[in-house]
């Protein structure tokens, strides 16, 4: 079955650089009707979508994050990463990978998700 | 949030329960792509419904989803200690945000 797996630094400071990468297996990362995804939940509160990655494609971005982001994909590894920049103790969360569909009958929904990663942003 | 959810709902073992997700005629009016998810605590979120009333396998019948308007709901028939979680509602849009979510309705079982 498809499982994804989210690493990367737990602890960012200030105006610096997330990085974080999902690494897949049981699915390749560039097959066509996959898209994969990046999503965010601070801490006791609701989930973000963060951004929308297709191998072929220029990736979609959330308008609020559209400044800060970049994402790749990479073929060879079977994995993408998202990079968060300046970021700020708003910027605390749970970050999640997981696969997307999007076809003309069928979009908007993610299954399977990573576990997670927590990422702390502070000094 | 985007779409609209009520901070928590409740219900008896056995009884029915209706979670509700108020969009816009962006999202939920406009598309039938609307997909519910299931969290428990320290976890990640699980689909249990996409493309409004599409069940995944492996999920169990008990939860149906369906649409009127700008509101799509989520039932959970005969609940049980196990359907005591956090569910989400997402829907898609056509731009600028592709994905909102609701802000999640917690599920207590009495």
């Known amino acids: 079955q498809v499982q994804l797996q989210e690493s990367g630094p737990g602890l960012v400071k200030p105006s610096e650089t997330l990085s974080l990468t999902c690494l897949v297996s049981?699915?390749?990362?560039?097959?066509?009707?996959?898209?994969w995804a990046w999503i965010r939940q601070p801490p006791g509160k609701g989930l973000e979508w963060i951004a929308y990655?297709?191998?072929?494609?220029?990736?979609n971005y959330n308008p609020s994050l559209k400044s800060r982001i970049t994402t790749s994909i990479d073929t060879t590894r079977n994995e993408f990463s998202l990079n968060l920049t300046a970021v700020t103790p708003a910027d605390t969360a749970i970050y999640y990978c997981a696969r997307g569909k999007i076809t003309a009958a069928s979009r908007g929904w993610f299954d399977p998700w990573g576990q997670g990663t927590l990422v702390t942003v502070s000094s | 949030s985007d779409l609209t959810q009520p901070a928590s709902v409740s219900g008896s073992p056995g009884q029915s329960i209706t979670i509700s997700c108020s969009g816009s005629?962006?999202?939920?009016?406009?598309?039938?792509?609307v997909s519910w998810y299931q969290q428990y605590p320290g976890k990640a979120p699980k689909l249990i419904i996409y493309?409004?009333?599409r069940r995944p396998s492996g999920v169990s019948n008990r939860f149906s989803g369906s649409k009127s308007g700008n509101t799509a709901s989520l039932t959970i028939s005969g609940l049980q200690g196990e359907d005591e979680a956090d569910y989400y509602c997402?829907?898609?849009?056509?731009?600028?945000?592709?994905?909102?979510f609701g802000g999640g309705t917690k599920v207590t079982v009495l």
């Open positions: 049981g699915a390749s990362v560039n097959t066509d009707d996959n898209y």
């Open positions: 005629s962006h999202d939920v009016t406009a598309y039938n792509f």
């Open positions: 493309d409004v009333s």
């Open positions: 990655i297709h191998y072929s494609g220029s990736p």
């Open positions: 997402s829907a898609y849009r056509s731009s600028g945000t592709l994905l909102v």
